[in-house]
């Protein structure tokens, strides 16, 4: 916008004084030293400025610069961190998954196990955020924002709930899978008349564990094949007892 109102502004300088050669040399020298102010105005502007990432990450452990927990990954997951500001903190999966033996699954068809955390700040207790995420309540802030992320959550089956700890902290931890169909090709059927297009119905299982520090909610989504789930979640397991709050 600074620079659409430079140009503008030269425009009508142009349009109301008459040109001669020395007026147009002296009147690019204005437009270049507009443009020039502009553009150190515009990068100088907050959108310009290099974003913060949402923590930092040293021999796969990864500290939180706002809320200030640690978790450890195991060696065959990738951490990834996100740009402030984000709900999503820190984003976890598996390097070396295995592919499903499902008829016409691929790697390209089948679901990478990922481990999201999820951190904001709310006055909800945490009854409250559980009913906005699993229920009707509208009392969360951002709930959409959550729910875009917490994508293992809308249509899914709920298998079970339990109490569990994080960090001497009390959790709940809930159980559930989710339906899925999805369009593969069968290689074993790749020169039938008919094509080789399958379709491929299967869960995708996992936990969303949901507790609080203070007025800090904490939601941690853990997702996989149905295929994969006993001993991926395992791994789960110990990397969620890994929590611990840095300060």
Known sequence: MQLQFYFEKFNYIKER???TPKKEVAMRKVMVGLISFGLILAMTSP???KKKKTGEVKKNVYTDAKFGFQI????????KTEKEPSLLRVLMTQKN???SRTRGASQQTTTIPTILILTDTTSLSLAEVESCLFHEGEK????DDFMMQLDLIPNSEYLGMGDVMIDSLPARMYTLQQKYLKTGEDITERNSPMGNTVIIEDFLAGHVVIFKKENH????QFSCEREFFYPTNEEFEKIIKSWKFAK
């Open 17 to 19: 004084t008459p040109v």
């Open 47 to 49: 959108s310009f400025a």
């Open 72 to 79: 450890t990954a195991l060696s065959n997951w990738k951490v």
């Open 97 to 99: 998954y295995k592919v």
């Open 140 to 143: 969360l802030k951002n709930k």
């Open 217 to 220: 909610i904490y939601i941690v």
